[in-house]
């Protein structure tokens, strides 16, 4: 077993299958003739696909991740824990934001065809986010990344919305990255103003799960002016997954502290099952199983799953030492941002140049074929923008 204790080689492992599984499942989501469970259910549907569990499992990480990175910092000397909070939240939303307005942007009145206007704002998050090593100057920092901001302020100028209501940038949805950012606000300010008490992120998770159930029910409705503006009062199921991770972080740090790691993985099985349960038990009362929905039944299923696919890492990953499995996709898990990131100078690209995939590509079985190598190419390629110190940092 990893005896690192500033590192869980099982969550890097976790992260970057998700990762990957996640470029795979947006990049299939136009292929005609693949099979319908590996795709979105629809909204009306009672219904789980293969990609309405990736986002609950990253969310999932993502609480994971919220411990030990404060255990990390703390050990650095590092104790601005809640600025550094507050700008990584804000900065996930800001871009959030951005990404969000993508698919409302009007040609017919823009000043830039959209793949244009997308690759470039891509490019100004790469000069704004880029983690500058200690070699580069701080003069040639702040040349970059004032270029990033210049660059992103003339786009905010350019930029026309194709909506009858708005003409400029909107609010439309807080895209993944901004809903990652609000779950990673509300939960890494319990861990930290609760001292990572075990007991106290229980309840917190208990709470969100509930407050779910609630709004489901209708006696949230009083929070609806709120909801569309400030995903704090949002409907719960996002804070749920992230709360989830974090419990189950203060859960392993406290058993590998006294040696009884194993008990995690019966803990962890006890609770999915106990989950599963529940999930299928609400369905019945609380719309169905909906990823769209946000309903309670999706929250507590996906959860479920998240628990047993990471009780299967902490096996193979931290006991049995089988880390090398996953080197291939290593990438996506150390710089799982840069390679969200990544794609999207792919497809404007594609688009700009009116390339084609041959038909035996773009459809059944050979699309699933391509969606698999572009999302190896797309960790490929973060790997190698690593090695050139390229890789962003929030």
């Given amino acids: 077993m990893n005896s690192e204790p500033s590192r869980v080689r099982s969550i890097d492992a976790f992260r970057a299958v998700t990762m990957f599984l996640m470029i795979f499942v947006n990049d299939l989501d136009d292929v005609p003739n693949t099979p319908q469970w590996i795709h979105h259910a629809k909204m009306n549907a009672d219904a789980l696909g293969l990609a309405d569990t990736i986002f609950p499992a990253f969310l999932f990480i993502v609480g994971l991740s919220i411990p030990f990175a404060f255990q990390n910092r703390i050990k650095r000397g590092d104790y601005h824990a ?5 700008m990584r939240s804000f900065a996930l939303i800001f871009m959030g934001f951005f990404f969000s307005n993508i698919d409302s942007y009007s040609e017919a009145y823009g000043v830039l065809p959209r793949p244009v206007w997308e690759s470039l704002l891509v490019f100004s998050f790469f000069f704004i986010f880029l983690n500058y090593t200690k070699n580069t100057s701080a003069l040639k920092k702040y040349l970059l990344q004032g270029f990033g901001w210049a660059l992103l302020i003339t786009l905010s100028v350019l930029y026309r919305s ?3 209501e708005h003409h400029w940038l909107h609010f439309t949805w807080w895209e993944i990255l901004g809903l ?22 229980a309840a917190a998770w208990i709470f969100f799960m509930f407050f779910n159930l609630d709004f489901h029910f209708g006696m949230l409705h009083f929070l609806d002016p709120l909801r569309d503006y400030i995903w704090l009062s949002g409907n719960g199921a996002m804070q749920a997954f992230t709360m989830a991770g974090v419990f189950v972080a203060v859960l392993y740090m406290r058993l590998r502290e006294s040696g009884e790691l194993r008990l995690l993985l019966t803990g962890m099985l006890l609770m999915a099952v106990i989950l599963l349960n529940l999930g299928f038990i609400v369905r019945y009362f609380s719309g169905g199983i909906s990823k769209v929905r946000d309903t309670p039944s999706w929250v507590l299923i996906c959860t479920a799953i998240s628990l047993v696919v990471y009780a299967i890492f902490i096996y193979v990953v931290d006991f049995k030492n089988k880390f090398s499995w996953f080197k291939i996709i290593k990438p996506a898990g150390d710089n799982a941002f840069t390679c969200y990131i990544v794609p999207g100078l792919f497809y404007p690209l594609f688009e700009m140049t009116n390339l084609q995939y041959p038909g035996i590509i773009s459809e059944g079985t050979g699309g699933l074929i391509k969606c698999f190598v572009f999302a190896f190419a797309m960790v490929w390629l973060t790997g190698l923008l690593e090695k050139v110190n390229i890789k962003l940092k929030i």
Wanted: aromatic share 24%; glycine share 6%; with cysteine.
């Fill in 162 to 164: 194709k909506d009858p």
């Fill in 180 to 201: 990652i950012g609000w779950s990673y606000l509300v939960c890494a300010l319990i861990y930290y103003y609760s001292k990572g008490i075990l007991w106290i992120q």
């Fill in 82 to 86: 809640p600025f550094r909070i507050i």
